[in-house]
């Protein structure tokens, strides 16, 4: 297992007895993240036995209540935590949500606990939220009432060595050395690129889309996803959807499902449902129907290791 993550919450606007208000718990590489902090996150991070400690980084998708309101509590617990330093990131306006959330209402001590927050523009391309030697975070801007953002993890690509090329042309550990640093090595007076001995082999890929209406930027950001968590507030009301910017079950059947399955994406987890469906046997069926084996619906505290 490389990492791992938790749906907290599956439930648009309202939460419900069955449905939290939305939120991810993502590990990996001995981090952890937060996808959105809607109201009750603290508790279901609790019920889930997962670590406030251990959260370094939030990102936040929009302002609506829904996917912020979990967070001024949980910035109070890590500062009794006494974590010294988080990072937020989120659309436009996450930064004055911070700064009520922290000095101008609660009391939070910010010399002891340091937020570092980044506001990142919606943009039509893929825009690098930050960059690791392991890792970089992908955003992109969705088609909301408000400016709102979707999320990827993209673990970088890794080079796999050819092993029977490599034992056959006998190579040394000066000459790995090399080909780390320089993109080559030489072999009795042959030089040897390192693409010569292997591939490229692409990494673990995360993506978090909610909320939106029908955009081309999902499939932007969504393209080539080991696991793609996706909103589907609603079922067949297509021209509500439309209305107030989400989608539904139809939509996402029609037009949505068989171009991410030419993207090569291979999981898609169906979240954010609204209160009006008390269960999501309705969901279900349409699933089974039309044979979509590898879509899921969230429940609240899944756990999905990869
Ligand atoms: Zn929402
Ligand atoms: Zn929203």
Known sequence: MRGRFTILGTSSAIPTKERNHPAVYFQWGGEAFLFDCGEGTQRQIQIAELSFYKIDKIFVT??????????????QTLDFHDKDYVEIYGTPGIGEL????????????????KVAVREIPPTEEVYTVLETDTYRVLSIGLNHTVDCIGYAFEEREKFKYDRQKVKRLGLKAHHFKELKERGYTTLD???????????????FKFVYITDTYYTENIFKLAEGADYLILECTYFDEDEYAEAVKHLSFNIFRTRIYPKLLGLGVKNVILTHFSRRYKDLSKFEEAIREHKMENVYLARDLMGFEF
């Open 62 to 75: 929009h302002l609506h209540g829904d996917h912020v309101l979990g967070l001024p509590g949980l910035l």
């Open 98 to 113: 911070v700064e009520l959330s922290t000095t101008r209402c609660f009391y939070i001590n910010t010399e002891d606990l």
């Open 189 to 203: 007076g042959k030089r040897i690129e390192k693409h010569q001995l292997g591939k490229f082999k692409r990494g």
